[in-house]
């Protein structure tokens, strides 16, 4: 079975430039997320969706990061423009997620994630 | 507002001891938590979850405690490895929901 694939694996931009990410989920899986993991920090979720839908975006700063998941299966997660303290690992995961289901569904499996760095 | 506390930054262990990671949470609706391991330049991968209608899960050499009036629970790895050492996240769910809030981790370094 193929994992979660992300790219790029590495960004370097300067502040103020625009950078986008890429993620396919594994084939079949409903909920996909994007994290946010700065050094030293555990990974803080920005988006979820269902299919195609947003589940919970509380925590995406709306004003400069945008993501979208085209006809429920890949996603993009875009910064616009970017600053210094946007470096960090972005992590893309999936789950089966289906509401109603099992615990079991929650269990997330992780793509390589991009590192990027703001300069 | 951190719910989801792993206060020890690192652990360091004999090959062959045990391995004992430690976290708390403070959210009463949580009702499953997750342990994930990670590798550097790797994605989290899943290791083991427990229900909160249970207070252990054991699979192999890893075992996952919960205690719900204290609100902690901890890993248990029996005998460690040195292929054990990586960062440690616990993770925790609410439930109805398939939100996930995570620790900052807790590297592990198990000396051969």
């Not at chain 1, 470096?87 to 089966?96: E, H, I, K, R, T």
């Not at chain 2, 391995?19 to 550097?40: A, G, H, Q, R, V």
Request: net charge positive; hydrophobic share 35%.
């Amino acid at each position: 079975e193929a994992g979660v694939a992300q790219s790029p694996r590495y960004k370097i931009i300067e502040k103020r430039q625009s950078v986008a990410f890429w993620c396919n989920p594994i084939s079949g899986h409903a909920t996909l997320y994007w994290y946010q993991q700065i050094l030293g920090q555990g990974p803080k979720l920005l988006i979820q969706f269902q299919n195609n839908g947003v589940v919970d975006d509380s925590q995406l700063p709306k004003d400069r990061f945008s993501a979208e998941r085209l006809k429920g299966v890949d996603s993009t997660l875009k910064i616009q423009p970017a600053k210094l303290e946007d470096s960090a690992v972005y992590l893309c995961a999936s789950s089966l997620g289906v509401p109603g289901g099992p615990h079991s569904y929650n269990e997330q499996f992780f793509g390589p994630g991009t590192r990027l760095t703001v300069l | 507002d951190q719910q989801v506390k792993q206060n020890s930054p690192s652990l360091s262990v004999q090959e062959g001891r045990i391995s004992i990671l430690n976290c708390d949470y403070t959210n009463s609706m949580f009702d499953y938590f997750l342990w994930y391991k990670k590798y550097p330049a790797e994605g989290p991968t899943f290791l083991i979850s427990i229900s909160s209608i249970k207070d252990k899960n054991e699979d192999g050499r890893f075992t996952v405690f919960l205690n719900k009036s204290a609100k902690h629970l901890s890993l248990h790895i029996v005998p460690s490895q040195p292929g054990d050492s990586a960062v440690y996240f616990c993770a925790a769910t609410p439930m109805g929901s398939f939100k996930t809030i995570f620790g900052a981790g807790t590297r592990l370094f198990v000396k051969a």
